[in-house]
């Protein structure tokens, strides 16, 4: 038995199959859903994908939060359904409050397009745990709003819980507080992140890295021992 | 004249006299008489709009028609060919049942008015020419040319037009995987902004644009026609022709990569359902173009009801309507049978859809509006009977002069510290800098298949998960070699991008080109026309490669200054698994590093000569493209058996830029030697074509040479990858950090 | 018809690079005495039916679940009378 | 010092995707009854010294020069008097 992990396209999603593949390579089933639909098809867990929902128009991921689909996704994460947000995804669990703070565009007003380092700082989450706390790794990251902000007694909570899950290494591409590249909810189910682990599962695409992997076998594992 | 009655064919008929405002639009005399003629009476208002704006240089290519023609006439035999010149895009065909289809286009004018948007709608037109052909896009191309490095405008110019190419694409979730920036002050007015896309399909998917089988729907959908990009639509609009006011109607359009984002995935679904008969995108000349090309490609005639149009604005005249070039919209002939399923998907992606005519059994095109008829015509005489003009062409009276001014005979360095220098000032010159702060404003990695992208030699992608099937692409042209001789330099840029291409290890197996030019009226800019496409022809017949489509974009100059004639040429090539290619940066210390070619003093339009003496003369490197085939057979070779770990063209910069390329992107340093019987500086700076430098294991320097010796391919062994600096031995060693600061610092430096 | 507007600014605490590089290109465009520039959006939007106290609520709460993230912008609704426009225009 | 407000909006012809975002996204929302919206920016200068007529003329030419496109984009320049921002913020 394995486990199925949905993911959501919304229109404007632009790495929903490359998501199923790294969920495919990973061992897993990805499953299609559909924005318009409140149906989760009783997926095991739900990735929110990279792109521009609604052309990211008003903000990041805030028409895309008012889906039909969200709906249900968002129950279900305080629930406890492991939910991981990808990019736009993350911007839409922040616009959906799922994740506190906000998402706002690089401190440089440009796209940017790298092979980023990162440090993962709590392998203790649900799509984490394949990695060790303090490991670094190389994830590409491709965004235009990556900025992550939020308020100082916000900052300080997410550190002292250690939420920031990862934290850019050597090089803050946006502007982000604190280097955060990507946080966790208090639970652990629900993690977002700006870079892309779902371009890094395959040796020869892309930077030729594997360092995304994990994601998915982390879920994979959590999922299947449960 | 009042226009309050309907301008209907009838009316038309009846008001003989009435005169219409047609040099206004853009035609000659000669040319309005000529559609009286075809008609058999004065044109309506709309029947006018129509054969403007497809007349127009842009949709008719009058002036270059007639060289154009060499392309289909010297067309090599191709196994490859599926579709060629004439279609919205060629396709070639790349092997086990997958068909690729791609093409350039320009996008010059739009975006030096308004950097941003020109160069995203740009984009977004070259996709819609790839979706037309059944394809789903799976990555674009840039190639850019922009004025001085350190001109004010250029600050202005180039930003936008990056940020518009990336904004568009990005969003569209296409990698962008290669391209060219180029300065030079003769762009300055001009810049050129060149966008090309790749699409890939099974061979069963192509589509045409046709439309045929009377009582076939004509659907209209995406964006809803607002006036953009009407111009001389708005006299005819206007409510006497004589009071022309100044138009309101905005010449740049805004484009919704969002929308276009909807267009691809709902009309690729509408194609996997076997929905679409015939499919059109619309871009210049908007409804115009769509309806007459469809109409006229097809067995019947089409009737249209222009009211059905859904509209952004609806104060719009039916002549603005079918002129409009509204952004991110398609038409498909869909039986009547399927319309229903159509437009339910259409809605599925919230995608506006309309039908708004269909496929009669007569040959005629007829447009309704208001209940009247306001255009009955052969869609044949609007699409493709435009004129055609044998414009006078003669070589300029400047051009001997240009090639007596030879730079084999300006000053070279004289000692080693001043060869240094110059190393250091060739590349950190603007134009071999290092493009990253440009290219990492593009998404390389989207769709998860990008397996090589900038700054690699091609940019290549896996098209076949299983087997490994990738296709690589490259895109080529130097204006300074084809300003020195316009048949040579459109075969250098020809060879380049094949050279490009090759050695990544993929098979250049077919052509597309954006040829940007000056005036066509003036007869030194139609001498160089005429030279670059007969050069462009001939290399592709003797490289087998031929041409699947293109674009011309004239009319680049302000008052008597031309740009440079800037043939633009991307070669598409095969590769059988794409573990095999063959990557730029080195890979291991201790490697061998062979230069294959020859290599003569070539310093004509050299960037050596532009940088270190601000000059322009004498003639541009040899072509010898059997050479370039030969070299192009061994690298393919040589990758695919393993025999080579990281090649890297020589072009612009010549060597020294090329080894310095390798070193930075791996992160490791080479000790060269001068090879016997060149000078140093010779063999760092020259730009002979044909040539190549490679990284060979050891274990395979023996087959390696075997190779080479017995194709007769000249192989030089120069050097070994080793330590942290580039060292040209008895000359001098330059640090890569060093390097790196020189390469790397000058993009965001002119331009952060 | 009548037209609300909708102003929305990042909170004063956050940082504003689009402000910023505006602000920094105007000593190079010749302007001097500028001191700060935010930057912001503005949404206009035509009501139907008479803008009341109700319709104005409403808008306030379309602008705050919607037209801004209140964890990061603020807002302001107002109504865009005639004579505003007016002399407001170029 | 004053703040100076300048309003950029696309003219009223081009098509506005931002704005159209919005509009289709307010049913569903639950907001009916709001026929248009566009979307512009809005700059917040804040200006040393007085604001005269030939201050509010040299920020007439930096909206048309820098702040806008005026190819595609409409501006206004409004000073913002104390009262006018008491009544609008929120
Ligand atoms: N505008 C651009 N967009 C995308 N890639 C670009 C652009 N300009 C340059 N590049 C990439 O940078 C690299 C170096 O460019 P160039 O020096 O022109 O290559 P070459 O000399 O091999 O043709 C290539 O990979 C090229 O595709
Ligand atoms: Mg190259």
Redesign the pocket.
Known sequence: MTARIGVVTFPGSLDDRDTQRAIRVAGAEPVALWHKDKDLKQVDAVVLCGGFSYGDYLRAGAIARFSPVMDTVIDQAKAGLPVLGICNGFQILTEAHLLPGGMLGNDHLHFICRDQKLRVENAGTAWTSDYTAGQEIHIPLKNMDGRYVADRRTLDELEAEGRVAFRYVDFNPNGSLNDIAGITNAAGNVVGLMPHPEHAVEPLIGTGRTDGLPFFTSILKKLVNA | MSRTPLDTVEHAAETPDVELPWAELGLKKDEYERVVEILGRRPTGAELAMYSVMWSEHCSYKSSKVHLRQFGEKAPESDAMLVGIGENAGVVDVGQGYAVTFKVESHNHPSYVEPYQGAATGVGGIVRDIIAMGARPVAV??P?RFGAADHPDTKRVLPGVVAGIGGYGNCLGLP?I????VFDACYQGNPLVNAGAIGVMRHEDIHLAKASGAGNKVILYGARTGGDGIGGASILASETFDDAKPSKRPAVQVGDPFQEKLLIECTLEAFQEKLVVGIQDLGAAGLSCATSELASNGSGGMRVTLDDVPLRDSTLSPEEILMSESQERMCAVVEPGKVDRFLEICEKWDVIATVIGEVTDGDRLEIYWHGGKIVDVDPRTVAHEGPVYERPYARPSWQDELQADDANKLPRPQTSDELKDQVLKLVGSPNQAS?QW??QQ?DHFVQGNTVLA????S?MIRVDEETGLGVAI?T?GNGRYAKLDPYTGAQLALA?AYR?VATTGAKPLAVSDCLNFGSPEDPAVMWQFAEAVRGLADGCLQLGTPVTGGNVSLYNQTGEAAIHPTPVVAVLGVIDDVARRTPVAFQEEGQLLYLLGDTREEFGGSAWSQVIHDHLGGLPPKVDLDRERLLGEILISASRDGMIDSAH?L??GGLVQAVVESALLGGKGARLVVPDGLDAFTFLFSESAGRAVVAVPRSEEVRFNDMCGARGLPATRIGVVDGDAVEVQGEFTLPLTELREAHEATIPGLLA | MARVVVDVMLKPEILDPQGQAVQRALPRLGFEGISDVRQGKRFELEVDGPVDDAALARIHDLAESFLANTVIEDFTVKVESADVVAEASK
């Open positions: 191309v840039d850019l962008n290669g391209g060219e920036v493009k440009i290219t593009y900038q700054p690699e030699d940019g490259a080529d380049e490009n063209d072009s612009d």
